[in-house]
């Protein structure tokens, strides 16, 4: 396949960035979307050019390091990670944009590359359950109903990748955030700090720079791991709850 | 935001269930206006139900506005300053970025503010009275919808109404904790929220266009 | 021979090992350890590079005890750690099934798993310890796979007659690794640990005789920190990404480890290295990665090739008589369901014969056609569905209707830096945790016994053994214009000014993957004198052009992925090259090595336990590295042949 990738590129955060042409003529199908910029980049390289940067890691679609929005979606047209998106995907004669995250929280480093800290001082607000090494009762001393334990693991699925707030209109991590919400809800183990993490968390949220959810949903519909929607209205029933007692 | 807004969707179902009586002739809603100057005498002075609804409104009103313009700032920051069109491609312009919910949502709401100033001028105070003034307000009414230009504007800010209301009514009641459901489009509450904006809509509409078109006694 | 690429040095012995009955060593050892009074706690520092199960359990922990635990990893985020890859499950000896498992079961399978070349008193400690780890995971959140009655389940896996494997569906390591991650960032918050992501550690500080600073450098800016403590742990993660492809995230180095055996660091086993034989073969030469499908697929797939080679037909169009199911042939009671290292094998053989099936043929069929048959699409699709999913979304194939095409590739490292059973390396003051170390198993490794090992390191055992050490601190203040630190900071900068000046022809990867090829063909699943030899020579001259003709645009001091992928493959053909010659030194096959002088008549693997039940402990040489043995002694578990017939 011959196709032209139109890439952002980016000094630094504090230059300005554009959209700079790329041609490829020898694109394989079975390529994954990254091994495509592998190849863009081996050929900058030899020319002397910068090669782009872009983050990976695992390239199987579970630690959440890659991300660019694709032709204006977060991870591209299918419903998964960059990096397990293939060029099957595209046409022969394609022209494919591709732009980092963009969203205030989550400042660009280079070319596609941003960071993330956000999510991580968001957790330290409160995304845990405090349990200190050794002090742990007997793991089946405390059953957990199948159905919680199902709904929990399916919030828990969460990679951090960041691209529900790279799709949100208004640069929200509401999805992120009500996601562990709920996972840690929803086990008896969480119960003791629901108020305090829910409290902590959005107040951390809204200080790193996010903007406030109006349950617009295009998050959901980026979310490579299908985080589903209610965990928003789970974590504004926790929220009003939290409030109401403190 | 979503308790404000819910108030006066709450107040725009029984102001419409009001209206409706347009069709019942004028004195039958001439009577319902004074009904509500009147509710619940002696125990609420004159117009007393009327001044704790109006009291509840601007409330309403101010506390909404505030945090909607507040709101609008902060995500406008947060996503880069151009919200859903910070992306540079121009490919899925109408794919999940492109959100109906963040354009209607802000201009449908300064058409609405615009509208109820108007809106307040004209058939409360009746300083503006296009058609002619009247001390009932079954004639203000039907003065002002003779003509076809006050019908079309009132149209126009019905049809943002109806907009706000679609997502606004949605929102509202997910951000109170409502939702259930793994996207949007699966929630009960977008059929809710699609008939009470609909209902809303078409209910207020019905009126003007009655008159416009003669059909009321 | 073979000694000419090394020198015999002296024999060692782990000498905190304790003796006794081996049920209570850990506990005895334990109360002979020192403790560290809580408020000495505060003044003493510990520097933990990596944040996988085993850096984030350590961090989340000595920070919680009150130490100041200052963290370093190469991801944007800590939660991002490799571990987080691990789908299968985890082991601990809970025996909730009642199928008659037990600590010494798991200590007896581990040591038996790992081909007698590991220590039985770290494999039964393990054992010991995987049971603390299930209750510590649950307390803290880990949504593990759960009964109808609200109980934990478990499965049997990787071949083992027990069910003592816990999961959380296909995402296990994920599931451990936030609830570690979350505990880390609890301690970050309240002040004990100190985060330093996209730092990526380039060399160790020794100041006299003891581990006591690292050198990073910020990915982001390109600086050059030096950072000093009292002691240092290295939880690095294997190095499996000296083959280039493998089932390893790209980022996978061994830079952490092989700096500090420049440093004086002894290297354990680094020949043994696992490959899975249920990975998604190659497709193209822009290949990048391999993706690893769950062995689980095993239970109910059949692999066969083509009987005659080059046949080209559709798999459905190759009727049954036609097919050979080589592993039910050859493994009548196994069958599909031999050990890891044998299905690879089998698979290599295979495609060598020229029967591999796919691009480059170098592929067999996992056929799940009669599952289908027998249990009904449905059925399997419930069990296997999201794999059969993700094998559609990368080849583009549907595996319901056509078998899959599978091939074996590198997935963990046995080897790693040699440690005591305190889990300190030979270096006072280097701890060295989870699949960085070379410890507990052995020549082969058990599925699902990585990510117990990893987080019995960082949260039970490492916290107690360090304390020991730690009890004589705070040491001396090691200040920045000390000239150990002044010394260590200039080899970096200058090794990083060396590789920018060098603006060769050649990229940087294009050099991995030589190497890797390299690696693959001679120090593969079949290791041979003359490959090993010869694979020696190809790393020493491909080293050199290297140094000579790599090219790596932009500059030292920004942001430069090419920059950090240099210096990476510059260790690996180091790694590689120790990698033959123990390799080379190791005349026998056991686990995880296979040597092909070494086999019986019907191709099985061989072991020499009179001359190789030892551990090679090598010693930085240069050119010629220096062998030290640690024997190993067997006091309560047997030494037997494997056999699968
Ligand atoms: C695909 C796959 C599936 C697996 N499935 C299973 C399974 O089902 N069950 C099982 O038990 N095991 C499994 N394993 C093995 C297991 O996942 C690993 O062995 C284990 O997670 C390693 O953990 P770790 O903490 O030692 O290292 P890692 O998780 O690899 O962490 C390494 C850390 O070190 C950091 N680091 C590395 N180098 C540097 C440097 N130079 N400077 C700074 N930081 C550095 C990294 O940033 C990272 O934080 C699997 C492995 C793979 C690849
Ligand atoms: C004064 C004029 C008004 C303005 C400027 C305004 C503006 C807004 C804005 C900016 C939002 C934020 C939601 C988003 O961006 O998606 C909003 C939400 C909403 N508005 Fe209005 N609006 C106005 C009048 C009204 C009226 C008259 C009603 C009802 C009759 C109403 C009902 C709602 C509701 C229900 C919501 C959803 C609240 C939530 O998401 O929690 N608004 N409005
Ligand atoms: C066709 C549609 C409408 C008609 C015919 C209509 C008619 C009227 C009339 C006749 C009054 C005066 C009642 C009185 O003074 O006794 C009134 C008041 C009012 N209307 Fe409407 N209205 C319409 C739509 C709307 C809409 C869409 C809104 C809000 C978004 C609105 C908000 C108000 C308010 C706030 C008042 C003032 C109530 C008070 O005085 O307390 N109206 N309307
Ligand atoms: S909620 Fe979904 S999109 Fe957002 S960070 Fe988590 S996995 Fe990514
Ligand atoms: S798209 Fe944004 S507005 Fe809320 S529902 Fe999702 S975070
Ligand atoms: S690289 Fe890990 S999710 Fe894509």
């Not at chain 1, 554009?18 to 081996?42: G, R």
């Not at chain 1, 993330?116 to 090494?133: E, L, N, V």
């Not at chain 3, 959140?141 to 999961?167: C, H, I, K, M, W």
């Not at chain 3, 690893?292 to 169009?317: F, Q």
């Amino acid at each position: 396949m011959k196709i032209t990738v139109r890439i952002w590129r980016q000094k630094n955060a504090d230059s300005k960035g554009k959209l700079v042409p790329y041609e490829l003529d020898n694109v394989s199908e079975h390529m994954s979307f990254l091994e495509m910029i592998d190849v863009l980049n081996e050929r900058l390289t030899l020319e002397g050019e910068d090669p782009v940067s872009i983050d990976s890691d695992c390239r199987e679609g579970i630690c959440g390091m890659c991300g660019v929005v694709i032709n204006g979606e977060p991870h591209g047209p299918e419903n998964t990670t960059t990096c397990q998106l293939h060029m099957r995907t595209f046409n022969d004669g394609d022209v494919i944009d591709v732009e980092p995250w963009k969203a205030a929280a989550f400042p660009v480093i280079k070319d596609l590359v941003v960071d993330r800290g956000a999510f991580d001082r968001i957790i330290q607000s409160g995304g845990y359950i405090s349990a200190p090494t050794g002090s742990a009762p007997e793991a089946n001393n405390l059953p957990v109903p199948k159905h919680d334990a199902d709904h929990a693991f399916e919030a828990a699925t969460c990679i951090g990748c960041g691209a529900c707030v790279a799709a949100c209109p208004n640069g929200s991590a509401m999805l992120f955030t009500a996601a562990k919400i709920t996972h840690l809800g929803l086990l008896p183990q969480g119960q003791a700090e629901r108020d305090s993490r829910v409290l902590g968390m959005v107040e951390q949220m809204d200080a790193e720079g996010f903007g406030g959810c109006t349950n617009i949903g295009e998050c959901t519909a980026a979310c490579p791991k299908g985080i589903p929607l209610d965990v928003i209205s789970r974590l504004n029933r926790d929220l009003m709850g939290a409030i109401a007692r403190s | 935001m979503a308790v404000s807004g819910l108030v006066m969707v709450g107040y725009l179902l029984l102001h419409m269930y009001g209206n409706l009586k347009v069709f019942s002739g004028k004195a039958a809603f001439d009577e319902y206006a004074h009904h509500l100057r009147v509710f619940g005498e002696p125990m609420l002075p004159e117009n007393g139900l009327l001044w704790i609804v109006r009291v509840a409104l601007l409330l309403a009103i101010v506390v909404h506005f505030h945090a909607a313009t507040r709101l609008w700032a902060r995500n406008k920051r947060a996503s880069g300053a151009q919200g859903g069109k910070r992306y540079h491609s121009n490919k899925g312009r109408t794919g999940i970025q492109r959100s109906y919910a963040s354009f209607t949502m802000r201009w449908g709401g300064v058409i609405i503010l615009v509208f109820i100033v108007y809106h307040l001028l004209h058939l409360t105070a009746n300083i503006i009275a296009p058609g002619g003034a009247s001390d009932s307000p079954y004639q203000r009414v039907v003065n002002g919808f003779e003509i076809w230009w006050v019908t079309v504007w009132y149209t126009i800010a019905l049809l943002a109404v109806g907009f706000h209301l679609w997502h606004g009514i949605w929102s509202a009641l997910t951000t109170l904790g409502a939702n259930r459901s793994s996207t949007r489009k699966a929630s009960k509450l977008t059929p809710l929220a699609w008939i009470i904006a609909g209902a809303i809509t078409i209910g207020f509409l019905l009126p003007p266009w009655a008159i416009l078109l003669g059909l009321t006694g | 021979m073979t000694t000419d690429f090394f020198t015999l040095g002296d024999d060692i012995a782990d000498t905190a090992a304790p003796g006794g009955p081996i049920e209570q060593r850990w506990d005895l050892h334990k109360f002979n350890l020192k403790l560290v009074n809580p408020a000495n706690r505060r003044k003493i520092k510990v520097i933990i590079v990596g944040t996988g199960l085993a850096g984030a359990s350590a961090a989340a922990t000595l920070g919680e005890a009150g130490y100041q635990v200052t963290s370093f990893c190469y991801q944007d985020s800590p939660r991002r750690a490799h571990s987080i890859a691990a789908q299968g499950g985890i082991n601990a000896a809970k025996n909730y099934r009642n199928d008659g498992d037990s600590i010494y079961r798991l200590f007896y399978d581990t040591v038996k798993g790992g081909d007698f070349r590991s220590r039985e008193s770290n494999s039964y400690r393990l054992a010991q310890v995987s049971v603390n780890i299930i209750d510590q995971c649950v307390a803290q959140g880990v949504p593990f796979a759960r009964e109808y009655g609200g109980l934990l389940d478990n499965r049997s896996f990787g071949g083992v007659q027990v069910s003592r494997t816990f999961y959380a569906r296909g995402q296990t390591g994920q599931q451990l690794l936030i609830g570690a991650y979350q505990a880390f960032e609890r301690q970050v918050a309240a002040g004990t640990v100190e985060d330093n992501t996209r730092h990526e550690m380039l060399d160790l500080i020794m100041v006299d005789g003891r581990a006591r600073g690292v050198v990073v450098r910020d990915m982001v800016t390109g600086e050059i920190e030096t950072h000093t403590a009292d002691a240092v742990v290295l939880a690095t993660g294997g190095y499996g990404n000296v083959y280039f492809l493998s089932t390893n995230a790209m980022g996978c180095n061994v830079t952490a480890g092989w700096r500090a055996h420049r440093r004086g660091a002894y290297f354990g086993n680094p020949c043994y290295t696992q490959i899975h034989p249920t990975c998604i073969p190659v497709s193209g030469d822009y290949q990048s990665k391999l993706t690893l499908m769950s062995e689980s697929l095993r239970n109910d797939g059949r692999i066969w090739v083509p009987k005659v080679g080059g046949d080209t037909r559709h798999p459905s169009d190759i009727p049954e008589d036609e097919r050979d199911y080589y592993l039910e042939r050859i493994y009548p009671s196994f069958g599909n369901l031999v050990p890891r290292d044998i299905a690879s094998r089998a698979a290599k053989y295979q495609c060598d014969d020229g029967k591999g099936v796919g691009p480059g043929g170098l592929g067999v069929y996992l056929d799940f056609a009669s599952a289908i048959e027998r249990l009904g699409r449905d059925a399997v699709e419930a069990k296997y569905g999201n794999l059969f999913d993700m094998y559609a979304q990368i080849t583009g194939e549907d595996p319901y209707s056509e078998p899959m095409r599978i091939y074996p590739a590198v997935h963990y490292t046995m080897g790693g830096l040699w440690v005591d059973y305190d889990l300190q390396s030979n270096l006072k003051g280097l701890f060295v945790t989870g699949e960085a170390n070379f410890s507990d198993q052995g020549a082969n490794r058990l599925g699902a016994s990585a990510l117990m090992q990893g987080l019995a390191d960082g949260y039970f055992v490492l916290p107690n053994t360090i304390a020991n050490y730690l009890a004589d601190s705070p040491f001396e203040p090691v200040p920045d214009d000390h000239e150990a630190v002044v010394e260590a900071r200039k080899a970096v900068e200058d090794r990083v000014e060396k590789l920018m000046s060098i603006q060769g022809n050649r990229t940087v990867d294009s050099f991995h993957k030589e190497l890797g090829n390299i690696m693959w063909e001679y120090c593969g699943m079949e290791r041979t004198e003359e490959g090993l030899t010869k694979a020696i020579g190809l790393i020493r001259e491909l080293k050199a052009e290297f140094w000579s003709n790599v090219k790596i645009p932009g500059t030292a001091g920004e942001f430069n992925q090419t920059l950090e992928r240099a210096g990476r493959v510059a260790d690996f053909f180091e790694l590689g090259e120790l990698m033959c010659i123990d390799a080379l030194n190791r005349a026998e096959s056991c686990g995880g090595h296979f040597r092909a002088e070494s086999q019986t008549e019907e191709g099985e693997a061989m072991r020499h336990d009179d001359q190789f039940a030892y551990v090679s402990a090598w010693e930085f040489g240069g050119d010629t590295p220096v062998l030290h043995k640690e024997h190993l002694e067997y006091e309560f578990i047997e030494m037997k042949a494997r056999s699968y017939k």
